[in-house]
């Protein structure tokens, strides 16, 4: 039972024998600066069920639990707030329950449990992953950890879009022009020759749509008739059909896409347990169109479209069928989840990891995998975020002015190594530790970034902004962590025995308060999805702990027990600040 449990369950019984109320709830907050005191009850919603002098409640709570509560050393009251000052030995027992070598904070699966599919990245196979692509990739996985560090199973999963109107453009480009280039003849990594010839085919038929346009055809009708895009329109087909020569050309192109995104995941540091694609799911669903039709969930127009209405549920009619009978998109998705509890029947949940300009298909696609009558369909979240820009603006993929992630990968790492050659910090490294730990600053600083924002707000990013070693930043939080490391391997004693009998100073009970809160804070960004509040936990702990750096001395303090104290307090925080930014997919240096 955690102190806040004790407390509630105590001044409940507290106001029961004294003034035979039985109450539901009791207010805490933080205890403000000013006052002693480690923890507050509020009095003043208590009034709502009997009456009294605040002042004189409090203090009647506080007898009552000092003489009950073996935690609680003294109290004050003022006003309507109730202070509370806890026992040291609480703290130094909390203390010396964390393991140094566990995952402190991080719950085991419960076995009973159903697991959870996290979805993200979820690329096209036309161009290589960009910024946009790096937010969803590193808030999915980031999710995905939190989840499993709440005590919950958890697949990691994406669907490739490896099929349609888009995938054709480039093969047809390369086909036309590539004159049977390669990765391996041009030296470029797969995705981004590809993407060039998405590029290519872009420009093409901007070319074409202008010169029918010159011919006397209005824009909207050359955009139509563009040869360029006619000739994409039936390689669709031809593919559909299982044309020999088109799914070979697919398979080879698509093939190239694999093995560049592949360098990127694992260069981001996000990795995957099961993989859908599209070329494979995109006929599912249909079979539960025909049964929504026979059970009302759906119904059928004169032209044979087949529709969910959704108008009583504050939503539109949405369309599931064309009327020629091929699916759309709703369809696929229906279908895809359906087969992913089919595949893994464990599954009793799933996230997506969708930009928020996909908020209104997702309220459709959960409402119908309900209306169905399928039981997980509750469980179901859309993991919602805000775009990423830039200082220079929007990206455009057609016109290849996007942010390629290899190339801000490399970027971060370069900035890393600018800023920190300028501050000297680096004084003993070979040139390959020197790259090693500009990649793990740059990294870092671009991860913490756009993590430590909530989700849904769209962001605008800085590179160089964000790695700096002042404020709140991933560099700071590191630099801490390696600080603290350095403090580690100066203290020249054994730091294993554990220390029973101390009396501690304030700088050290906020650092163990915050400690604390760390399980708790696991909790709560599960339930929300949030790995902000991981970010700004990590952030807040840091202050702390710079803030006992500065007022306590720990290698030179007065005595053997306090020194030994100081340094094991110093590195549980360390192993909580490697949790925490193991939880946002981000690496801490032992040297910096």
């Not at 038929?205 to 824009?219: D, Q």
Request: net charge negative.
């Amino acid at each position: 039972m955690s102190l806040q449990e004790t407390l509630s369950h105590q001044v409940i019984k507290a106001v029961q024998s004294t003034y035979h109320v039985v109450l539901d709830t009791i207010e805490f907050q933080a205890t403000r600066k000013e006052f002693a005191g480690d923890i507050t009850v509020v009095i003043f919603p208590m009034l709502r069920f009997f009456k009294g002098n605040p002042v004189q409640i409090g203090t009647d709570i506080g007898n009552y639990l000092v003489e009950n509560v073996d935690e609680v050393k003294a109290f004050n009251v003022v006003k309507g707030f109730l202070n509370i000052e806890i026992e040291d030995g609480y703290y130094l027992n909390f203390f010396n329950s964390v393991n140094d070598e566990a995952h402190f904070g991080f719950k085991s699966p419960d076995e009973n449990e159903a697991a959870i599919m996290v979805e993200y990245s979820s690329p096209n196979t036309n161009k290589p992953l960009h910024l946009g692509h790096i937010r969803n990739n590193l808030l999915g996985y980031s999710v995905a950890e939190i989840l499993k560090a709440s005590g919950k199973k958890v697949y990691k999963t994406q669907i490739i879009n490896d099929r349609g109107i888009h995938i054709c453009k480039s093969m047809l480009a390369w086909k036309r022009f590539g004159n049977g280039e390669t990765p391996e003849s041009t030296g470029l990594k797969g995705d981004k020759l590809v993407g060039n010839y998405y590029v290519k085919f872009d420009q093409e038929y901007k070319k074409e749509v202008k010169e029918l346009v010159e011919k006397g055809i209005s824009e909207e009708e050359a955009k139509k008739q563009a040869p360029i895009l006619l000739a994409a329109q039936d390689m669709l087909l031809k593919w559909e059909a299982g044309d020999e020569e088109t799914v070979t050309l697919w398979k080879m192109m698509n093939g190239w896409v694999y093995e560049g995104f592949d360098m990127t995941y694992k260069n981001l540091g996000v990795d995957f347990d099961v993989l859908y694609f599209e070329s494979n799911t995109y006929l599912l669903g249909k079979e539960f169109v025909a049964e929504g039709l026979k059970s009302g969930v759906f119904f059928k127009e004169d032209d044979g479209s087949v529709w969910c209405d959704l108008t009583e549920d504050g939503l539109d009619k949405k369309i599931v069928q064309r009327a020629d009978g091929t699916a759309v998109y709703m369809t696929q998705d229906i279908g895809t989840a359906i087969q992913r509890i089919k595949d893994y029947p464990d599954v009793g949940g799933m996230v997506y990891t969708v930009g928020n300009e996909q908020d209104y298909h997702f309220k459709v696609l959960f409402l119908i995998l309900k209306k169905l009558g399928f039981e997980w369909a509750k469980n179901l979240y859309h993991l919602s975020y805000g775009m990423v820009d830039l200082p220079s603006g929007k990206m455009k993929s057609r016109e290849g002015t996007v942010v390629d992630a290899d190339d801000l990968i490399d970027e971060m790492a370069s900035t890393a190594g600018e800023i920190s050659e300028e501050l000297g910090k680096l004084d003993g490294y070979s040139n390959d530790e020197k790259q090693e730990l500009y990649k793990t600053i740059g990294l870092g600083a671009l991860k913490y970034f756009i993590l430590k924002v909530d989700p849904k707000k769209r962001i605008l990013f800085d590179p160089k902004e964000s790695i700096d070693f002042q404020g709140n930043t991933g560099p700071f939080i590191q630099y801490t962590y390696a600080r603290i490391q350095s403090i580690i391997r100066k203290a020249d004693f054994d730091t294993i025995k554990e220390v029973t009998e101390i009396a501690l100073h304030e700088k050290e009970k906020e650092l163990i308060k915050q400690l604390q809160q760390f399980p708790e804070v696991i909790q709560n960004a599960a339930e929300t999805h949030s790995p902000a509040l991981i970010a700004n936990y990590t952030y807040d702990l840091v202050k702390e702990f710079n803030s006992f750096y500065q007022n306590v001395s720990i290698l030179g303090a007065e005595n053997e027990n306090e020194k030994l104290f100081r340094v094991q307090l110093s590195k549980k925080v360390a192993l909580t600040i490697k949790n925490a930014f193991s939880l946002l997919g981000i690496d801490v240096p032992e040297r910096m």
